[in-house]
């Protein structure tokens, strides 16, 4: 909820709460799968609201929390969330498109008058509905008296839905109709303060459309006769094998550290699998960019691979066997040098020790007269690769050990050995344990042409691709945070240049999540309006990209095999400077022959967040620079003493 209070100060502590709900509603749904559930809720249900809760939280991170909308207006009514009602109407200051006044109007002013009090309404409507939508959950699991919200909050989820269309189409009237107003210019990019104003009130009114669809669903859920049911496990089995539930995790003091790994081998591929994908230009963009028409033919011929052009001989079939083979046994030679195979040795070992005095004739009988296997069996139950353990774990482990066992020893003497005696001290032992589980807590497309736009599936893919590098970003710092308990014999680890580093990662992904929703709206095509222009800027913008991702590799290949950082790397602020003036220049050219488009809706949101992107892709070129700071803060830099003695 907090998210939804604007304006404030841009807090990243509390973007990072956003963040970490994220990802735990992914673990909530993800537990809730994999055991054995008696729920009122589904669980086709329960990913669907996870899906819905994530792209509200999702569009909240996008909203721009500082804004002067609500400063610049002389008088607007302060409309408060407890005195919404069913009657929102909103009356704009023109009329017909055309201005009240014959006196043109400062267009920051204008917007701020015509959208501030919509604004304002969307906001408080917004916000009652996830609140809303929460107590109508609550109710649903029937612990919203031991877990809030207080029954203050309302539940009449169709009231509330009502409320936030009607705030929903009163805004769309008076941003259409304001959209077409004659006093807005018509190229806002040369008004940084009026597109700032756009680039707070859309994500604003994107963040309003999944609440309301999220309170859609819940109000469907609402409707629906509920009973406790039975859940069966539906988990994917595969995928379910690299993951434990919360009593797991809470058991061994946290999550293992093969989930870790499988994470980070997930995010590798993810990279890979991008990394992999080649720009294959259209037919349009070869008819444009080709200089010559003749032998337009064979350019647009489809182009076979080398593998492709001849069929397949033995000698190549054989030649590809042996390459997979040999792919096969590098992969399996690195497989022991991971933590799995060092982690089966270890336990190996200790187990083969312990066993030992079974099979020495000294040392059998009295083994077996001790039922000392147990000993055996209890090391191969408590070892496992985990990653989160503290001293406190140990204590708390040690002291219910010695309690356990001089309770089992007088539940022993109380029944001679009777097993529902046992039972019953054994049940009854169990409610503190219980106590305790549930007291205790451990720490755990850039450029697209007309007819080329994103399709719902692939924009679907992206945010999915959003989600789990969000993901990863959470795993790697609850591993620094472990790092603190870990035993080094190289001395004490540093861990605030990671920190900065990691901190400096995220950002960047930011303001890469910045240009991917920018993108969605961008439609480059409607600024270019000839294929001249777009010739001129190909090359700039190929290589601003370029130096950007040649960064990037470098500094990753750096800190993967720890190798210093070259003191000169190809300047990403250079190149994007003079993708700026090539742009600056030819929309100079377009507004002296009188090339610039009719203002429209379109046009306007192309205008709007063709300028987001563009300050998303500076901000990235800043972050950069923070990046090569911190990595040769943490493997050194290349400096001329090395150079020379190599």
Not at 533 to 553: E, F, G, H, K, Q
Request: charged content about 25%; glycine content about 4%.
């Amino acid at each position: 909820m907090n998210g939804l209070v604007v304006p404030r100060p841009v807090s990243l502590p509390l973007n990072r709460d956003l963040a970490w709900r994220f990802v735990d509603n992914s673990d909530a749904v993800r537990d809730f799968t994999l055991d054995l559930s008696f729920s009122p809720f589904l669980p086709d249900e329960a990913r669907a609201l996870r899906n819905l809760i994530q792209g509200v939280i999702r569009a909240t991170l996008a909203i721009r929390p500082e804004t002067v909308l609500f400063d610049l207006t002389d008088s607007m009514d302060s409309v408060s969330s407890e005195n919404l009602s069913m009657n929102i109407s909103f009356r704009p200051v023109f009329v017909n498109g055309a201005a009240a006044s014959h006196n043109r109007q400062d267009p920051c002013l204008l917007v701020s008058r015509s959208l501030a009090g919509p604004t304002r309404h969307l906001i408080d409507a917004t916000e009652v509905a996830v609140r809303c939508a929460d107590a109508v959950i609550m109710d649903i699991s029937g612990h919203r008296k031991y877990l809030g919200p207080p029954y203050s909050v309302s539940s009449d989820i169709n009231g509330v839905l009502e409320i936030l269309k009607t705030a929903i189409i009163s805004f769309d009237e008076v941003e259409e109709a304001l959209i077409n107003h004659p006093d807005l210019p018509a190229n806002s990019t040369d008004h940084p303060d009026l597109v700032d104003l756009f680039l707070f009130i859309n994500p604003i009114r994107q963040a309003a459309e999944r609440v309301q669809a999220l309170t859609t669903k819940v109000c469907e859920m609402q409707q629906s006769k509920r009973k406790w049911r039975i859940n069966l496990p539906s988990y994917p089995f595969l995928k379910s094998l690299q993951r434990s539930n919360a009593q797991l995790r809470h058991d061994r003091g946290g999550l293992t550290a093969g989930f870790y790994f499988h994470n980070k081998d997930q995010l590798d591929k993810v990279m890979l699998d991008l990394q992999r994908r080649t720009y294959v230009p259209s037919r349009k963009e070869i008819v444009d960019f080709l200089p010559t028409v003749e032998p337009l033919g064979e350019a647009l011929a489809p182009v076979k691979r080398e593998d492709e052009q001849n069929s397949p001989t033995l000698g190549t079939m054989v030649k590809k066997k042996i390459s997979q083979l040999r792919y096969q046994l590098w992969m399996l030679s690195h497989r022991l040098q991971a933590f799995e195979a060092r982690f089966m040795v270890k336990i190996t070992l200790l187990v083969t020790l312990l066993s030992i005095p079974a099979w020495v004739p000294q040392s059998n009988r009295w083994w077996n007269d001790n039922e000392s296997w147990w000993t055996v069996a209890t090391v191969w139950i408590m070892m496992h690769p985990r990653v989160g353990g503290t001293m406190k774990d140990l204590a708390i482990r040690t002291l219910s050990a010695i309690v356990g066992s001089a309770w089992g020893a007088f539940a022993y003497a109380a029944g001679g050995g009777n097993p529902f005696v046992l039972a019953v001290f054994a049940a009854m032992f169990m409610i503190p344990m219980l106590y305790r589980f549930t007291q205790s807590s451990h720490p755990r497309y850039m450029y697209y042409s007309a007819g080329d736009e994103p399709r719902p599936s692939e924009i679907a893919k992206s945010e999915m691709l959003e989600g789990r590098l969000r993901e990863g970003f959470m795993r790697i710092r609850q591993l620094m945070e472990l790092t603190s308990h870990e035993m080094r014999l190289r001395g004490p680890f540093n861990p605030v240049p990671y920190s900065a580093l990691i901190e400096a990662c995220e950002q960047l992904f930011e303001r890469l999540v910045d240009v991917r929703q920018s993108s969605v709206y961008f439609e480059p095509y409607m600024l270019a309006s000839h294929a001249e222009s777009d010739s001129t800027l190909l090359t700039a913008r190929r290589d601003a990209v370029a130096a950007i991702l040649m960064n990037l590799y470098t500094l990753a290949g750096a800190i993967r095999s720890n190798h210093r950082v070259p003191r000169y790397l190809p300047s990403a602020a250079h190149s994007r400077r003079r993708l700026l003036d090539i742009m600056e220049r030819v929309e100079a050219e377009k507004a002296g022959k009188g090339k610039i488009a009719k203002p429209n809706k379109g046009r306007r949101w192309a205008d709007v967040y063709h300028y987001a992107y563009s300050a998303a892709l500076t901000d990235i070129v800043d972050q950069l620079q923070q990046l090569e700071y911190y990595t040769k803060e943490i493997v050194g830099e290349v400096g001329f003493d090395m150079a020379a003695g190599s």
